[in-house]
Structures are given as structure tokens and as C-alpha cells.
């Protein structure tokens, strides 16, 4: 069985360009989770998409954003890049709202 | 304030020294904590879920236990391959999950 699968692996892209990262979950899984992992903290949590909703949201600006689509793949956007912006964004996903997480094994996105 | 606290930041064990890692919490309306190992460069990997206090889980050389403030993962007799870093996870009400920054465990042969 495929895991949480995430592309790209690595982005590069400068500041006040706009970067998407993609990511499929565990075929039967339809909650998502995105999570952003800095140098030194812990993950922070983004968003949550569950049946193409989005559930809950973490404490980032709106230019974090995102969507889930019908086959519970999800997108997340990040508008106007700023340098502190670079970090691993992790994906995971899980059977049902509130169950085991299961994670991919990141984007590593640098902001030049 | 939903928070976790890992101690310590780092640990250096020789192999078969055992030791315990510090999983600190306070949210509201817990729901599970989860124990995951992260190996550089890649996502965390699940280990294992308590839900209540006094509640143990092992696998392996790993044992977590959960009291109502705190759990300890305990590493006995540790092996250079176990060297990763060990995040700790709590649910809390909403579903929402609050990450620890974690302890980077490394055992040296």
C-alpha cells in the first residue's frame, strides 16, 4: 500500500513569488493535515481538510492557503514568499477526523 | 495555552545505556498523545497512542507510559540504529494535534 506521497521534494523560489505543494494521501484516507517544520521548532499546524472542507486552520497568515480536492488529494499555496517561509511542510493524512497521523515525507521549500 | 514540552532537547547515550525521554503537556480536553520517531529528512513515523493515564505501550526496545501531565518514553539498552528524533504528540479537543519540538537521541556504538 503507497504511502503519503508529496511533491516536489525540493522547491527553491524567491522572495514575493508564490509556491504550491502537492499531496496525496493513503488511498481510503480523507482527512489531511499540513504541517510546517522549521529549523529548530517543532511542527507547526497549518490546516486540516477533511471531505473537501477545510476544518480547522493554525495561526498563519492568509496567504497560507489551500484545498482539497474529490479524490482527497490536497494543495497548499503560499502567496507573497517571504524568507522565513523556508521550512519542510509535511503532509498527513489520516482514515477518519482525529485519527492516527500518517506522514509523508515532506517539501523542503527555500525562500531565496 | 494547548502546550508540549520535550526534555531534554538532546541526549547522547552509549549503546545499552538506557534512559527515558520527557513528554510535558497541559491542553484541554485530551484525546490521545502519540509518540513518533522523525529520521533525518524524512516525515515523523508513528510509534505508538495512550489515552489514559497509567495506560504502557512497548515495542521493541521503546516503552511509553501517560500519567495526567506527562509521559516518558523509555529506551532499554538502546541500539546506534534507534538514534532519530523522538517527537511527542497530543490530540485535544477539536482533533487538533500540538507537536513537541522533540529530544535527538543519538546512541553511539
Known amino acids: 500500500e503507497a504511502g503519503v506521497t508529496q511533491s516536489p521534494t525540493h522547491l527553491i523560489k524567491t522572495r514575493g513569488q508564490q509556491a504550491t505543494l502537492r499531496c496525496s494521501p493513503i488511498s481510503g484516507h480523507t482527512s489531511v493535515y499540513w504541517y510546517q517544520q522549521a529549523l529548530g521548532l517543532g511542527l507547526q499546524f497549518l490546516l486540516w481538510y477533511d471531505e473537501g472542507e477545510e476544518r480547522n486552520r493554525g495561526n498563519f497568515p492568509p496567504r497560507f492557503s489551500g484545498r482539497q480536492f474529490p479524490n482527497y488529494s490536497s494543495e497548499l499555496n503560499v502567496n507573497a514568499l517571504e524568507l522565513e517561509d523556508s521550512a519542510l511542510y509535511l503532509c498527513?493524512?489520516?482514515?477518519?477526523?482525529?485519527?492516527?497521523?500518517?506522514f509523508g515525507s515532506g517539501t523542503q521549500l527555500s525562500v531565496l | 495555552e494547548d502546550q508540549v514540552t520535550q526534555s531534554p532537547e538532546a541526549l547522547r547515550l552509549q549503546e545499552g545505556e538506557s534512559s527515558s525521554l520527557n513528554c510535558s503537556y497541559t491542553?484541554?480536553?485530551?484525546?490521545?498523545l502519540f509518540w513518533y520517531r522523525q529520521d533525518p529528512g524524512k516525515g515523523p513515523e508513528f510509534l505508538f497512542t495512550l489515552y489514559s493515564a497509567g495506560e504502557e505501550k512497548e515495542k521493541e526496545r521503546l516503552k511509553a507510559t501517560l500519567t495526567k501531565k506527562e509521559s516518558f518514553l523509555h529506551i532499554t539498552a538502546p541500539k546506534p540504529e534507534d538514534s532519530a528524533t523522538y517527537l511527542c504528540?497530543?490530540?485535544?479537543?477539536?482533533?487538533?494535534?500540538?507537536f513537541g519540538t522533540g529530544t535527538s537521541l543519538t546512541v553511539i556504538p
Open positions: 498527513a493524512s489520516s482514515l477518519e477526523p482525529g485519527g492516527k497521523l500518517f
Open positions: 504528540a497530543v490530540q485535544a479537543a477539536g482533533n487538533q494535534f500540538y
Open positions: 491542553v484541554s480536553g485530551l484525546r490521545g
